[in-house]
């Protein structure tokens, strides 16, 4: 009984110990911004290996395009914190960013899923949404937080990730507007052998004579 209290009392201590230690790292507006960039450092580290699964599973190849032009833009996003960090004087380091991590963990299941091609495309536009959309919030809070502190440097680097982010869900959009969706929606239709609109007939068609 005397071991299990002492244990109890062990990891409440703990617990106390590391909530001070956020505390004390985050008692300024500064801390905060550098708090910030190490999330962004681990969720940018994360994607990188996220989006080139992404790229080699999805079926269409303007979303591939997409995804492997992001995975680059990506790349050079984390080179940018690790500028951000120095013109901070602070060393490149990362804490964990629960938020992506959720994120990508459901992409990663939505891979393991037995889905038509069309759908699946879909699946990985709305997973890849979801991380476009969660950085979009982030760097904007973290460029404001920046400019706050005069820190225009870091706002301009920061700001050229957030732009591309931006660039990058836009773009996503489009393609799941002008293909993705309609084509998941026709296979389907073709699986279960029902009728298409004259629309979807018009464009299978189309499709069919632009490939030949």
Do not use: W
């Not at 062990?10 to 590391?18: E, L």
């Not at 992404?54 to 395009?65: D, I, R």
């Not at 979801?130 to 950085?135: D, L």
Request: with cysteine; aromatic share 4%.
């Amino acid at each position: 009984m005397k071991r299990n209290q002492r244990r109890q009392s062990t990891r409440k201590t703990g617990s106390f110990q590391r909530s001070q230690s956020r505390s004390k790292e985050m008692n300024s507006l500064e801390k905060l911004l550098v708090h910030e960039l190490k999330d962004l450092y681990h969720a940018e580290k994360q994607l990188v290996k996220a989006l080139g699964k992404l790229a080699k599973a999805a079926t269409h190849e303007e979303l591939k395009s997409a995804f492997e032009q992001h995975l680059e833009q990506t790349k050079n996003q984390v080179n940018r914190l690790e500028q951000a960090f120095e013109i901070m004087g602070q060393k490149a380091s990362s804490i964990e960013c629960k938020g992506i991590k959720g994120i990508v963990e459901e992409g990663e299941e939505i891979l393991k899923e037995k889905a038509d091609p069309q759908v699946l495309d879909a699946a990985l536009i709305g997973a890849a949404q979801k991380a476009e959309h969660y950085e979009i919030a982030a760097y904007g809070t973290a460029c404001t937080f920046a400019e706050t502190l005069g820190q225009s440097q870091v706002k301009d680097l920061l700001g050229q990730t957030l732009s591309e982010e931006k660039e990058t869900d836009e773009r996503l959009t489009e393609i799941a507007e002008s293909f993705v969706n309609a084509e998941s929606v026709k296979g389907e239709k073709v699986a279960k052998g029902e009728p298409m609109g004259a629309e979807e007939t018009e464009g299978s068609k189309a499709e069919e004579s632009a490939a030949l």
